[in-house]
């Protein structure tokens, strides 16, 4: 099976989907962060934060969908796979990404920029802890990205 070209997919299309997770997230009640992982340029799942409404750490939509894809698709599935997230993941969400074993990682806004939006340190890059196993791709459309986090009023 030949390799996903990832450079034809709609990535702005679906960096605008993370955008309106994200915004559901907050209405809802949690942070502004929502995540959508594609496969042949469609996407197959979706999810934004759940930290607080579920009252669970673990519940960042990056993490989640690693999970939920490392227990539906084989890895070979995966690595066709691309993850697009409204905000770079932390170093929680890329540990799990890198079990999943993504192609492509897709961002809007860096963590770099989360921490000044947040006042606090800036933690290790997701590139970093992905390094090998997946190509990471950010920012991208990173003004509306911002007005998203904006909106929320960190």
């Known amino acids: 099976m030949a390799a996903p070209n990832f450079d034809e997919f709609g990535h702005d299309a679906h960096m605008r989907d993370t955008f309106e997770l994200a915004r559901e997230a907050t209405a809802r009640g949690d942070k502004p962060f929502g995540s959508v992982l594609v496969r042949d340029d469609t996407v197959i799942m979706s999810d934004s934060n759940r930290e607080s409404t579920e009252d669970d750490i673990r519940r960042h939509p990056e993490l989640h969908l690693a999970y939920r894809a490392c227990r539906e698709y084989d890895a ?79």
């Open 76 to 154: 070979d599935e995966r690595a066709a796979m691309v993850m697009y997230t409204s905000t770079e993941p932390c170093p929680m969400c890329a540990g799990g990404m890198a079990t999943a074993g993504f192609g492509r990682v897709v961002y809007s806004v860096g963590s770099d920029e989360i921490a000044a939006f947040t006042g606090s340190e800036p933690p290790v890059g997701c590139a970093e802890i992905l390094d090998g196993v997946s190509d990471v791709v950010g920012p991208l459309l990173n003004e509306e990205g911002r007005q998203v986090h904006q909106e929320y009023g960190w």
